[in-house]
């Protein structure tokens, strides 16, 4: 495990990157670093762990050498857990270890990424390793709607990055229908006014 290679997986606002250990064949693990570290957290660890595995630390967005989010835009906790789905998605990983370090109490949205991102896909995870970190604490009542709701967010992000289509082109009259189908609380007047600030003319339509 003295070498380790670097990844890089294309996200929206530029890349998350990567440094693996081990090979590519092996099982794999997802190791998640803590408060405002990166994945050079894990490079004395992972020489001490069994060889047959596939180690991947990642860096989350604004940390290590993956990209900063755009200026203005906060670091949500769930962004976080939307990135270890985009990474286990680039690296077509359909179940794997996760193992996750927090420092205690000092983040605590960090010590609950990795149970967070368990609880919202416990068929991709086999093993949930915790280094310096708590559980995550919900209350049973707020389980299933928590777990509902965060998820939905999550893949609906992640199946539209996936598209990626080219905006569609309408005649100003189709585009003036599809606002108001969209919303029925509009005239049509109030419609045609929004669509001059809201609509970009090009070659297509």
Same mark, same amino acid.
């Given at each position: 495990?003295?070498?380790?290679?670097?990844?890089?997986?294309?996200?929206?606002?530029?890349?998350?990157?990567a440094?693996?250990?081990g090979?590519?064949?092996g099982?794999?693990?997802?190791?998640?670093?803590?408060?405002?570290?990166?994945?050079?957290?894990? /490079? $004395? @660890? =992972?020489? &001490?762990l069994?060889?047959?595995?596939?180690y991947?630390?990642m #860096?989350?967005?604004?940390?290590?050498?993956?990209?900063h989010?755009?200026?203005?835009?906060?670091y949500?906790?769930?962004?976080?857990?939307?990135?270890?789905?985009r990474?286990?998605a680039a690296?077509?990983?359909?179940?794997?270890?996760?193992?996750?370090?927090?420092?205690?109490?000092?983040?605590?949205?960090?010590?609950?990424?990795?149970?967070?991102f368990?609880?919202?896909?416990?068929?991709?995870? /086999? $093993? @949930? =390793?915790? &280094?310096?970190?708590?559980g995550?604490?919900?209350?049973?009542? #707020?389980t299933?709607?928590?777990?509902?709701s965060?998820?939905?967010?999550?893949?609906?992000?992640l199946?539209?990055?996936?598209?990626?289509?080219?905006?569609?082109?309408?005649?100003?009259?189709?585009?003036?229908?599809r606002?108001?189908?969209?919303?029925?609380?509009?005239t049509?007047?109030?419609?045609a006014?929004?669509?001059?600030?809201?609509a970009?003319e090009?070659?297509?339509?």
């Amino acid at each position: 495990f003295d070498m380790f290679s670097e990844l890089k997986f294309p996200v929206p606002w530029g890349h998350v990157a990567a440094k693996a250990w081990g090979p590519s064949d092996g099982h794999p693990v997802l190791c998640l670093h803590g408060w405002l570290d990166n994945a050079n957290t894990f /490079d $004395k @660890l =992972i020489p &001490l762990l069994p060889r047959g595995c596939y180690y991947v630390a990642m #860096d989350f967005s604004g940390h290590g050498l993956s990209s900063h989010r755009p200026a203005g835009c906060p670091y949500h906790f769930l962004d976080y857990v939307t990135d270890v789905r985009r990474v286990a998605a680039a690296l077509q990983w359909r179940r794997f270890t996760l193992m996750g370090h927090s420092m205690g109490n000092f983040s605590f949205s960090y010590c609950f990424i990795s149970p967070q991102f368990c609880f919202l896909y416990p068929e991709m995870v /086999d $093993k @949930l =390793i915790l &280094l310096e970190s708590l559980g995550f604490l919900l209350a049973p009542e #707020d389980t299933e709607a928590w777990l509902k709701s965060k998820r939905r967010v999550i893949d609906r992000l992640l199946s539209l990055e996936a598209k990626q289509q080219t905006p569609k082109a309408r005649s100003p009259e189709a585009a003036l229908q599809r606002l108001l189908e969209a919303n029925s609380h509009l005239t049509a007047e109030g419609g045609a006014i929004l669509l001059q600030r809201g609509a970009t003319e090009t070659p297509a339509g």
